[in-house]
């Protein structure tokens, strides 16, 4: 068991666990399925608790874990670094305004109770100032997330996959990251189908198994309709944030 050479640091519904599942496929990626949360919640359990989540390995083999909220802990750069330097880290990116109305959706499936997204999404809606407080808004400000990573990792250590992308070509984002993390380019469009009920892609065969694979039932609901001013309201929020991120990464996202 070897504490892991990459981790899927975020973000949270942005297509992590679809990223996870279709790079398992590959021979040599080893990964934990449950989320360990240990740079966030268990840090003081040690690093022998965490190697020891880790599945065992062959010689050559990558091991891997995601936790998104990685990404917005602020103590989790420094304790990566301290574990490695070297450690690859990949985030899964998504419009930020439609990540919003996708985690507000997760957190409606299990407290149908919550105030609308309209009214959690501002302060003061009058004067239409935004609530930044609320997590769901937070996580998409990536480019203020981001600055706090580059304090202790080079740019280059961190791939940026497009959780777009992931569904509309899952072949071609899954090849960019065999690349950064430099296995051989197993995972071709020849492993995927796209389901048309779900709208996203599904493996034809999942590690270990001969049968077909889609995502379970948490994945791809249904957002609610969300009031079109509110939207448009969160877009001009996010734009600016955006195109710093845009400049960042050297990577255009298109969801502006």
């Known amino acids: 068991k070897r504490l892991p050479q990459a981790i899927i640091i975020g973000v949270k519904k942005g297509g992590t666990r679809a990223l ?3 790079l398992r496929v590959h021979p040599d990626v080893r990964a934990v399925g449950a989320e360990p949360h ?3 919640r268990n840090y003081e359990r040690g690093f022998a608790w965490y190697r020891d989540l880790m599945p065992r390995t062959l010689e050559g083999q990558i091991t891997m874990e995601k936790t998104p ?8 750069p420094a304790r990566i670094s301290s574990m490695s330097k070297g450690t690859k880290l990949i985030v899964v990116v998504r419009d930020p305004v439609t990540r919003a109305i996708s ?11 919550i105030p609308t997204f309209e009214s959690l999404t501002f302060k003061n809606r009058t004067t239409g100032l935004i609530d930044t407080s609320w997590s769901a808004i937070q996580i998409g400000i990536y480019a203020k997330h981001l600055e706090n990573w580059l304090l202790y990792f080079p740019i280059g250590q961190i791939l940026f996959v497009s959780g777009e992308r992931l569904i509309s070509d899952p072949a071609g984002e899954l090849g960019r990251v ?17 389901n048309k009920t779900k709208g996203f ?6 590690e270990g198994s001969s049968k077909p694979h889609c995502l379970g039932k948490t994945k791809g609901r249904t957002h609610p309709d969300i009031d079109q001013e509110v939207v448009q309201r969160l877009r001009d929020f996010y ?18």
């Open 20 to 22: 996870l599942e279709f």
């Open 38 to 40: 240990f740079f966030d």
């Open 69 to 76: 909220s990685y990404f917005v802990t602020k103590e989790a």
């Open 103 to 113: 985690d507000y959706t997760q957190t409606l499936s299990k407290k149908p109770d």
């Open 178 to 194: 065999q690349d950064f993390l430099g296995l051989k380019r197993i995972i071709t469009d020849k492993h995927f189908y796209f």
């Open 201 to 206: 892609p599904c493996l034809k065969k999942a």
């Open 239 to 256: 734009r600016p944030f955006n195109m710093k991120f845009y400049q960042m990464t050297g990577q255009d996202f298109g969801w502006d």
